[in-house]
């Protein structure tokens, strides 16, 4: 067994640093998209669904409709 993981400490190595870069991608995005922050960063008015991506624009979150 401890052969195996000699031989394989770069793969092993590499695998964790990855796995450690996308946990932190996503904790980074969970954390943005509270903070009520786009992740776009682009032109609203000319995407076609700007509309669908903020809380403001959209008719769910106007609390004077019904």
Same mark, same amino acid.
């Given at each position: 067994?401890?052969?195996?993981?000699?031989?394989?400490?770069?793969?092993i190595?590499? @695998?964790?640093?990855?796995?450690?870069?996308?946990?932190?991608?996503?904790? #980074?995005?969970?954390? +943005?998209?509270?903070?009520?922050?786009?992740?776009?960063?682009?032109?609203? @008015?000319?995407?076609?669904?700007?509309?669908?991506?903020?809380?403001?624009? #959209?008719?769910?979150? +106007?609390?004077?409709?019904?």
């Amino acid at each position: 067994m401890m052969q195996w993981f000699i031989d394989n400490l770069g793969t092993i190595i590499i @695998s964790l640093v990855l796995v450690s870069m996308v946990i932190g991608i996503i904790l #980074s995005m969970r954390r +943005d998209k509270k903070q009520g922050k786009s992740s776009c960063g682009g032109n609203c @008015s000319h995407c076609a669904m700007g509309c669908a991506c903020h809380k403001e624009g #959209s008719p769910k979150a +106007d609390p004077s409709r019904k």
